[in-house]
């Protein structure tokens, strides 16, 4: 079955300083990756996708993710982090090429501090 | 341009009353999604439909839950008699048929309390 795995429950960082956060995902066939967002109260919002092509993606809000098929990574990165950046992350992989379902990780909270 | 609409966003109620959650997706998208998030389990596609039409609803946890989409403005989400237990944020969310490459996007939720 398809999955994505976010082996970092938090990661902290100071305002200004590079931000990753990591997935890693399990798939048979190309993987359709997508990073979200969700802001306290809110519904995810989507930043990022990789279906194919350069393995940089750039996305909202400075985000940017790089696909590594050798080490099956997805990790979401911005070069200087803003204390705005503070959320819930999720990785999230489609089940399938014909399918439209999603498989979430199980979420990383980011806290930048000023 | 209005995103997923969800209603209500709150909702407290005893148990074993039947509760209805509500959204009306983008307009234009064909594809449908519920989803629910808890701590302990994180988020969990509950059922989702094409045209209308109930696809996979595998996650639906048991037979109180029930989802209807009449139309392609409208879709409920319905749990009766209602548990403690099912006290969670509901996620609508659309996407563009044929959107296997598009991004799903969300509404801002039902926080659901059962008491």
């Known amino acids: 079955a398809q999955s994505v795995a976010q082996p970092e429950d938090q990661v902290n960082v100071a305002e200004g300083n590079p931000l990753t956060v990591k997935c890693t995902y399990s798939?048979?066939?190309?993987?359709?990756l997508f990073w979200y967002v969700q802001y306290p109260n809110r519904g995810l919002q989507f930043l990022l996708k990789?279906?194919?092509?350069?393995?940089l993606v750039k996305g909202s809000y400075g985000f940017e993710a790089e696909f590594n098929k050798s080490q099956t990574s997805f990790h979401l990165k911005k070069p200087s982090a803003l204390v705005s950046d503070s959320a819930l992350y999720f990785c999230a992989v489609r089940v399938g090429p014909n399918d439209y379902k999603l498989s979430f990780g199980a979420g990383t909270t980011v806290t930048v501090r000023a | 341009d209005a995103g997923v609409i969800q209603s209500p966003r709150h909702e407290v109620t005893e148990m074993g009353q039947e509760v209805t959650l509500r959204c009306k997706p983008i307009s234009g998208h064909n594809s449908l999604f519920w989803y629910r998030q808890t701590m302990m389990r994180g988020l969990e596609l509950l059922i989702y439909f094409n045209n209308n039409v109930p696809i996979d609803d595998s996650g639906m946890p048991e037979d109180r839950f029930s989802a209807k989409m009449p139309n392609a403005s409208f879709s409920t989400l319905k749990i009766q008699p209602s548990e403690p237990r099912d006290s969670a944020v509901y996620f609508c969310?659309?996407?563009?048929?044929?959107?296997?490459?598009?991004?799903?996007?969300f509404g801002d939720g039902t926080r659901l309390s059962i008491l």
């Open positions: 798939v048979s066939g190309n993987p359709y």
């Open positions: 969310a659309s996407s563009p048929l044929r959107g296997e490459r598009q991004p799903q996007h």
């Open positions: 990789y279906i194919t092509g350069d393995n």
